[in-house]
Every structure is written in structure tokens, then in C-alpha cells.
């Protein structure tokens, strides 16, 4: 009954490995997201996918690719992991019906650590 | 940017009501107040949203002054699942919305 899944919780890794993170949703929803939460607790918008057209925070390394297989699924491959990229990572979806509130639906976290 | 001004932190006692509130003195016509919350290691929580009316559901109320330029969050009873990081976002109501998160309220509800 999960609606927005993350795999794995927890990943440790070390510097320079590629790894990828993925996320689900069973809500239907035509629109999904990724979150970056640093040590300091501030979230940021990292990407937004809707209907294959990718937006992203001009701020996101381009070591940052997402990758959507189909609607229910955004995953977020990273390149060259670095020190800095550990973080918690959140996936979020939502619906953009024109009208409609866009409450957006978080998955549980990844919390990524590089060593 | 955040484009919303929060009190770092605040407490309130178990079954009183909390009041936690926001400015957003440049908040743009078609621009909607959104509130999130963060229980430790959990994923946002999306709790309720408005315009310009106040607006009230399950879990809280939301009270927007005329001006809109700030508002307040209530939560009737506090209870001490609700001790969490409130976030309040001000952005438009359409298509490719991207939450920006300030650095929100850590509320503490005491017994």
C-alpha cells in the first residue's frame, strides 16, 4: 500500500562509484520529483519529470542523470559519487491537474553516504 | 528561493492549540500558500493549502490575512506525533511546480 517508494533505505559507498537510487509510485500520478536533504537539513529541489519533459535546478551537477522508464517510475543515477553528495534523497509525485491541489506525495528517503 | 519568512522554533504544550506562522510580505496574485511537514527522518507531509480564504481539514487550519502577506498554521490539539519541521511555500497553482523549502519551523510539543 506503499505509495512512493524509495530503494535502497541506506546506501554506503565509496568516492568515485556510480550507484542509482530508485523510486516508485502506485498513486498514478503523472508527475515526479527529486529532493536533495544535506547535512544541515535544508531540502532542495533537485529534478521535476512530467510526461518525458525533464526540468531541472540548474544547480544539479550533471554527474545528477534521472531516468524514467515509464510514468510510475524516476530513477536517479549518479556518476563519480563525491563527499558532498551525501545526503538523504527524497522522491515525490503528484498530479498536475489544472485546478487541482498539486500535493505532492514523498517517498521515505535514501540516505546516501560517501566515503 | 524561499521566498517565506519562519520562526526557527517554538514549543507548545500537548493539547494546546499551536500557532505557527509565516510571512510572505511579496507573495504574487496566483501564488498559493502551501504547509508541509517533516517528522524526524521521514518524508515531507503535505498538510493543507490556500488562496486567500482560510481553509481548514482534518489536520489543521490555515488563516491568510487580507493582505496575504502572512498567515498562520494551527493545529487545534497539539499532540506530541506532531512535533516536526513546518514548512511554509508560497508558488502558483500550475503545471511543473517545484517545491523550494525554506528553513522552516521546528515544533516542539512539550507534555
Known amino acids: 500500500d506503499t505509495a512512493v517508494s524509495q530503494t535502497p533505505k541506506y546506501l554506503v559507498t565509496q568516492m568515485g562509484n556510480d550507484k542509482s537510487i530508485k523510486c516508485e509510485q502506485n498513486?498514478?500520478?503523472?508527475?515526479m520529483y527529486w529532493y536533495k536533504q544535506d547535512s544541515k537539513k535544508f531540502l532542495k529541489i533537485m529534478f521535476s519529470?512530467?510526461?518525458?519533459?525533464?526540468?531541472i535546478n540548474e544547480t544539479v551537477p550533471n554527474r545528477f542523470s534521472p531516468k524514467s522508464p515509464d510514468k510510475a517510475h524516476l530513477n536517479l543515477h549518479i556518476n563519480s559519487l563525491e563527499l558532498g553528495d551525501s545526503a538523504v534523497y527524497f522522491c515525490?509525485?503528484?498530479?498536475?491537474?489544472?485546478?487541482?491541489?498539486?500535493?505532492?506525495?514523498f517517498g521515505p528517503g535514501t540516505r546516501l553516504t560517501v566515503l | 528561493d524561499a521566498k517565506t519568512t519562519q520562526p526557527p522554533s517554538m514549543d507548545c504544550a500537548e493539547g494546546r492549540a499551536a500557532n505557527l506562522p509565516c510571512n510572505h510580505s511579496t507573495i504574487s496574485g496566483n501564488e498559493y500558500v502551501y504547509w508541509y511537514r517533516q517528522i524526524h527522518s521521514q518524508g515531507p507531509q503535505y498538510i493543507i493549502h490556500g488562496l486567500k480564504n482560510n481553509e481548514t481539514n482534518e489536520m489543521a487550519s490555515l488563516i491568510i490575512t487580507e493582505d496575504r502577506k502572512s498567515s498562520t498554521l494551527i493545529l487545534p490539539h497539539a499532540t506530541l506525533r506532531d512535533t516536526a519541521v513546518y514548512y511554509c511555500i508560497v508558488r502558483p497553482n500550475n503545471a511543473g511546480n517545484m517545491l523550494t523549502f525554506g528553513g522552516g519551523t521546528r515544533l516542539m510539543v512539550k507534555p
Open positions: 498513486l498514478g500520478h503523472d508527475t
Open positions: 519529470y512530467n510526461n518525458k519533459e525533464l526540468i
Open positions: 515525490a509525485s503528484s498530479q498536475l491537474t489544472s485546478g487541482r491541489r498539486n500535493e505532492q506525495f
